[in-house]
């Protein structure tokens, strides 16, 4: 569900309103007027929650949730008592899902200030808190005893942030919560809207993005470094991580407590690192990858969705056990050369 501190829900509405905003089929044994109170993800909806489902398998993802109505691409012809979820079909549930967002959600996208000065009124901020000249502190934002906030920085609606963190100018956060003694080095950009599109033949339409970041305690974000916020749940970095300059961590991924991740890394939506994984410089991560605990990836090498399993060293692209890349390298230079001699002779 969207977090009100940052997101103010219309709603709720109708099932017969937001099938016909979603231009989903409601169904013939549905009670028209009951109310949907507000969207959620498969697995944290409840009863008066709208979800969806995109996965090959998606009557058991809907069978093991709590929500009350579920969009599913095409005509459902399922009849099973024991799914608490009412299916509305549809004939693209990311479409579908995006309109129901925007009936709900009205006002998800960047940040619009209104405000006269540059705190807002309603901000709190701790003893010691130092702003630098050009600072805009958000509504309802807490901000920790000790911490600095740089020159034209902003802080947008909601942001709570712990204390004793060092925030560098020209830098934006928002929709977000930072633990203690984070620092955050000019030029970042926190909380931003994921890189979600539903596409069809008429091009590509934005998916509304209704969740936050959380950063834990001790994290360091490198300069101009860009944190997307989660498209229904968080985007979340671990305790500990140290992150480079000009890395880019997409929307839903979860990096785990201690990693390294070094400059120019991109790591897509809906990942998962595990505790001290290091991704050296210029590492491609793709969507829906999962690397376990103490994990390396060698610099320039580029992770597949798949699992990666913990404890080990990979290279390459498509990244595999460094070892055997090494040979294959090594493997390919001699090929080469022996071609070179036979041209020679």
């Known amino acids: 569900m969207a977090d009100p501190r940052f997101y103010d829900n219309r709603g709720p509405f109708s099932l017969a309103v937001v099938c016909s905003r979603a231009q989903a089929v409601l169904p013939a044994d549905a009670e028209p007027d009951s109310e949907i109170a507000d969207l959620a993800s498969i697995d944290s909806a409840g009863a008066r929650h709208l979800t969806f489902s995109t996965a090959k398998d998606a009557i058991r993802a809907i069978a093991a949730s709590r ?61 010691n808190v130092r702003l630098a000249p050009g600072v805009i502190i958000g509504p309802g934002t807490e901000i920790g005893a000790g911490t600095s906030i740089g020159p034209y920085t902003t802080i947008s609606r909601g942001v709570t942030i712990g204390r004793d963190c060092e925030i560098g100018g020209h830098a934006g956060i928002g929709f977000a919560y930072l633990g203690d003694s984070v620092i955050i080095l000019s030029g970042a950009q926190v909380g931003q809207p994921g890189f979600g599109f539903a596409s069809s033949s008429a091009g590509h339409e934005k998916i509304p ?80 990858v999962s690397i376990g605990d103490y994990a390396r990836l060698a610099a320039r090498s580029g992770a597949v969705p798949g699992n990666y399993p913990g404890g080990i060293d990979y290279g390459g692209a498509p990244a595999r056990p460094i070892r055997e890349w090494r040979r294959e390298v090594a493997a390919v230079a001699l090929l080469a050369k022996r071609r070179r001699q036979d041209r020679n002779e």
Do not use: M
């Open 67 to 127: 929500a009350g109505y579920c969009l599913i691409e095409g005509t459902p012809d399922v009849a099973d008592d024991t799914l608490r979820a009412r299916l509305l079909g549809c004939k693209s549930v990311l479409h579908a899902f995006a309109a129901a967002a925007r009936l709900f959600y009205p006002e998800h996208g960047l940040e619009k200030w209104e405000q006269d000065r540059p705190v807002h009124p309603s901000a709190k901020l701790d003893e």
């Open 209 to 288: 993005q209704l969740g936050r970041v959380i950063i834990q305690d001790r994290v360091e974000l490198g300069a101009c470094t860009t944190i997307d916020r989660g498209a229904l749940g968080d985007t979340v970095i671990g305790e500990g991580t140290k992150i480079d300059n000009l890395v880019q961590i997409g929307h839903n991924s979860r990096i785990g407590r201690h990693c390294i991740i070094v400059a120019q890394v991109g790591v897509s939506g809906s990942c998962e690192l595990g505790d001290f994984v290091v991704l050296g410089g210029q590492v491609g991560v793709s969507d829906h």
